[in-house]
């Protein structure tokens, strides 16, 4: 009785001491796959620049690279704020781009209204 009692207790300290089973491994690797799509749409939404909005950037004296506003385009909060830490594509309903707690909202591509709870974004209102 002993003996299996011993061996019961040896598969057990054996068995918790194994590599993560092939359900984790797949989840982790899953995550890893949704990661990689992500970080694709993101480099996708920063690539998409509309050439007139560009131009219209360019040869517009109020517009600064160091401040966004209500109006300003997805591209150019992404250039001044950098990634988000997050990101939500309602599709044809907006986007919103998380920067910590702070929050931008976009409607047709374009900023609608932000949360800057943090204090964190580069924000000004236009006068």
């Keep these: 009785m002993r003996k299996y009692f011993y061996a019961l207790i040896t598969l057990i300290i054996v068995s918790c001491n194994q590599s993560p089973s092939q359900v984790e491994k797949d989840y982790i690797k899953n995550l890893e796959e949704k990661n990689r799509i992500l970080k694709k749409e993101l480099k996708e939404i920063k690539s998409k620049i509309d050439p007139i909005n560009a131009q219209g950037i360019k040869n517009n004296p109020a517009s600064s690279k160091d401040y966004f506003t209500i109006g300003s385009t997805v591209d150019e909060v992404l250039e001044i704020m950098g990634d988000p830490t997050t990101y939500i594509d ?38």
């Design 90 to 127: 309602f599709g044809s309903l907006g986007k919103r781009l998380h920067y910590g707690t702070s929050t931008i909202f976009f409607e047709k591509g374009k900023v609608e209204s932000y949360n800057n709870v943090e204090e964190n974004l580069k924000v000004k209102v236009k006068k």
